[in-house]
């Protein structure tokens, strides 16, 4: 047997071995609510069409308080030399006012722990909304060492609600599950700065945003074109070009959760701020682009070729459509077969009977359409439930992060081994660029004790050197 052949056999074992816990996997997690909301079409197509109702009121507002009220006009996306971003977690300077209107992960936030696997968004999101100033609702990856438990943030519209609603919630149930909400109070992420970038790409970066977000983002999320005009046209009147591009970076983190400097793209504006930070500046040096030789040159060519690839690719893909699982072409063509195979000929060319009620017609077409009409509950009964099963099973053996069986793993806190696949990083990579602020995950925080109330505790358990996953540390 020559090495080839040997490599060859044991990639097929790796991977039949794989694929045979990935199996097991599958069956023993198809019934968990945050499997099911993963990859089960019919809840996807439930929450692309809940992101996509929550993306007008979103720009409205954005555009009502930044360009309505000119709050923009203290908009500014450049680092500061003279600002200690070190010192954002002491609260010495204010995330979510000016300069950068950055998200606040604590602030009017609770956080519900230990949430099992039988409860769903959904089930939270029935609760939530009962509740005065509830404005979003972010859950965790499952936790592989909780027993695949995750953990959920809900986030008010001020201070006063989010107490109130506390107490509301405290005497809640769920299910068998009480929700027993607490106050947020990690330590929180630092701010991202880019490194030096060319002095010329202000206005390069503008006409790439504006056409991800005309193009694209807005129109995947039916956010109309006046929207965007209303910004243009306040921009060209009051702001320079670089205020315009502060303006529309701010813009896609707030309506679409994406930052332009990592090139990611995430479900909420909490998990961008968990991500990358509460604001992605700009390095306050920058090189001049022909200057090859400076020492930087090749860290800022490397980040600046990631970020505009990442949004020229999103552009070249345009928007993403939302299809009903209903719609789905392989269902589609299996109930038009059984129609096929239901309509009898009784005549040929004159008669065609329906299988199903046995009235009769002159053409097979008008069976067709009759069958689809008055007997598509039959169709749905009869072909959607396993339809849907296999989409599920397929979207979840198609994920390239999906989690698999890892014989050996005893799930319970006190296991520490890797195979946690997934993880809350789900597009994984983060980009270029360094930290200006605290927050780096292996600072070792909260080591010394425990305090089984700080989510930061998990970080250990979810590491993996492997995979470019975040760390639930990373939330706070
Ligand atoms: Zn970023
Ligand atoms: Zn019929």
Redesign the pocket.
Known sequence: MDRNESQYRYDKYKADWEKKQAEIFYSMHLEDCWFKERYDPLLQYKWQMEKKAQALPLAQKFVEFFVGDQTCRGLNFDQDPSIDYERLGEKAISISGEPFFGFDANQMTLYLKNIPVNVSRWDLLDVLKTTQGFVSLSMSEPLKAQNFERIAWITYDTDANCQLAKQVLEAQYVGDYRLCPVSNQGNRKGVMITPELPDDSAERDLKKCEKLITEVLDVEKEIPATIQDQITEYANRYLNKTQHLDLLLLYLRKVHSYCFYCGEEYDDERTLAAKCGPAHLRNSSKITRFMLDTPNWQTSKQFEDKYLKAADERVAKGPKEIVSPNDDPVLQQMKEQYVNKKTHILTQGSIYQ??????KFKTSEF?YK??FN??GDVLDEKFNRSRFESMMNENYHNDPKKMINQPGFAAGPQSREGGFRGGFGERGGRGGGFRGGRGDRDDGRGRSYQDYDDPSRYQGQIQNPDRQIVSYDDLF
């Open positions: 329906c299988g199903a009620c046995d009235k069976v009759h069958f008055k007997h």
